[in-house]
């Protein structure tokens, strides 16, 4: 597809069962980002990858969450063990990441997830 | 805790007014951009303004960008109701990561 694309585009899961969410990123984008959105709140940083490698996990808020990237392309976010703060809206986004610095990123529709 | 952070966090005006929304960050950037965001979801890219860069334009969007007081301001001339959204900045640092931070965004009502 043109653009990035992520699903679900709703989860409703009960608490303690683990999750995956699934990230497609514009082909040819190197870099990959995931951020977590409660309601009403800024963009919280999760992780991002460049290519298959992850240099920066520091976001992830414990280690229930994980995040993989094969083949420089679709990513998945798994939450294990899910928690009720773990609902909100988990965004993706991708770029060409290039020497000076960032370009535009391009984000998916997100995926809402509930946790009851 | 965030690069970015924006004020003001919520801005209410009349349509045909400007509305300027500000953003501060914390370390030295290779570049700033603005996003735009509605109803909660996908966020939309505005305009990206280097750190060698001083303003910006793009239709009724001016950017500045002030590195030396680590400060950007967007401005939206002429608003329109359609103008409605939360608006962020996100910056990357310059230590060759391509690690893309957002603040905490401004929600702007622009009231018909």
């Known amino acids: 597809g043109a653009g990035v694309s992520q699903s679900p585009s709703n989860k409703v899961t009960e608490k303690g069962k683990d999750v995956e969410l699934r990230c497609d990123p514009i082909?040819?984008?190197?870099?990959l980002y995931w951020y977590r959105q409660s309601l009403g709140q800024g963009l919280e940083f999760l992780i991002y990858?460049?290519?298959?490698?992850?240099?920066?996990k520091s976001g992830l808020p414990s280690d229930r969450f994980s995040a993989e990237r094969t083949g420089g392309s679709v990513s998945t976010l798994t939450i294990q063990r899910t928690q009720q703060e773990d609902s909100a809206v988990y965004l993706c986004a991708s770029s060409l990441a290039q020497q000076g610095g960032n370009t535009e990123a391009f984000f998916g529709q997100g995926t809402r997830l509930t946790v009851v | 805790s965030q690069q970015g952070e924006e004020d003001p966090q919520a801005l209410s005006i009349q349509e045909g007014e400007n509305a300027t929304m500000n953003c501060s960050y914390k370390?030295?950037?290779?570049?700033l951009q603005w996003y735009r965001q509605n109803s909660g979801r996908g966020l939309v890219h505005l305009i990206l303004?280097?750190?060698?860069?001083r303003e910006k334009h793009s239709g009724r969007l001016r950017v500045t960008l002030d590195t030396s007081k680590k400060s950007s301001s967007l401005l939206i001339t002429a608003s329109r109701a359609a103008d409605t959204a939360s608006y962020f900045c996100a910056t990357d640092k310059e230590d060759s990561s391509y690690k893309l931070i957002f603040g905490s965004g401004t929600r702007l009502l622009v009231r018909p």
């Open positions: 990858f460049q290519g298959n490698s992850a240099p920066d």
């Open positions: 082909s040819g984008h190197t870099a």
């Open positions: 370390t030295s950037i290779n570049n």
């Open positions: 303004i280097r750190s060698n860069e």
